[in-house]
């Protein structure tokens, strides 16, 4: 069965970087591509941007252009997804979906960001 | 980027209760609709892409119509576990944008 497993929550201070892991199982990664959509609390999705896992192209988010980069190992089969100099705006539960024809159709639990001095 | 609008934004509805929900885009987006299902604390789950078809697994009363600016999801006979936040995605062009969602609830 297609599962994405996220890492765990974490806590950053204002300025500092973060990465978001996810690792993919049930299905052949380098097939399909990984969007990642955040939500702050309380609040709506955000689409970040998306890779393609088969070569490594990317889509990012303008309003993220310079702060976001995404990678993807095949031989683990796990994505990531980078971000620096934090705001706390970006305080937010981070999800990673697998992409099939644009739309996310398997995703991960979410992993929880606070960005807080 | 395409904007996308949502009504209503909340609505109080009944088990068994026909429900519809209306996504309207800023520009023509042909079908690159999706509709995602979000309940507290999980992950969004897809229920419909490309405007009408329906995901793998996702039971039938659930339909989505439409194409170019005005799309439709429709629930034709409410459960209790459909209770939840529905959003509306295109995927027409980058970036692909969310509706604000529609929180509908028990009445």
């Known amino acids: 069965q297609v599962q994405l497993v996220q890492s765990g929550a974490e806590v950053k201070k204002p300025g500092a970087s973060v990465k978001v892991s996810c690792k993919a199982s049930?299905?052949?990664?380098?097939?399909?591509?990984i969007s990642w959509v955040r939500q702050a609390p309380g609040q709506g999705l955000e689409w970040m941007g998306w890779?393609?896992?088969?070569?490594?192209?990317?889509n990012y988010a303008q309003k993220l252009q310079g702060r976001v980069t995404m990678t993807t190992d095949t031989s683990t089969s796990t994505a990531y997804m980078e971000l620096r100099s934090l705001r706390s705006d970006d305080t937010a539960v981070y999800y990673c979906a697998r992409d099939h024809l644009d739309v996310g159709d398997y995703w991960g639990q979410g992993t929880l960001v606070t960005v807080s001095s | 980027d395409i904007q996308l609008t949502q009504s209503p934004s909340f609505l109080s509805a009944s088990v068994g209760d026909r429900v519809t929900i209306t996504c309207r885009a800023s520009?023509?987006?042909?079908?690159?609709l999706a509709w995602y299902q979000q309940k507290p604390g999980k992950a969004p789950k897809l229920l419909i892409y490309a405007a009408s078809t329906l995901q793998s697994g996702v039971p039938s009363r659930f339909s989505g119509s439409g194409s170019g600016t005005e799309f439709t999801l429709t629930i034709s006979s409410l459960q209790p576990e459909d209770f939840a936040t529905y959003y509306c995605?295109?995927?027409?062009?980058?970036?692909?944008?969310f509706g604000p969602g529609t929180k509908v609830d028990i009445k």
């Open positions: 995605q295109q995927l027409n062009s980058y970036p692909f944008t």
């Open positions: 049930g299905y052949t990664f380098t097939s399909y591509g």
């Open positions: 890779i393609s896992a088969y070569n490594g192209n990317t």
């Open positions: 520009q023509g987006i042909s079908s690159y």
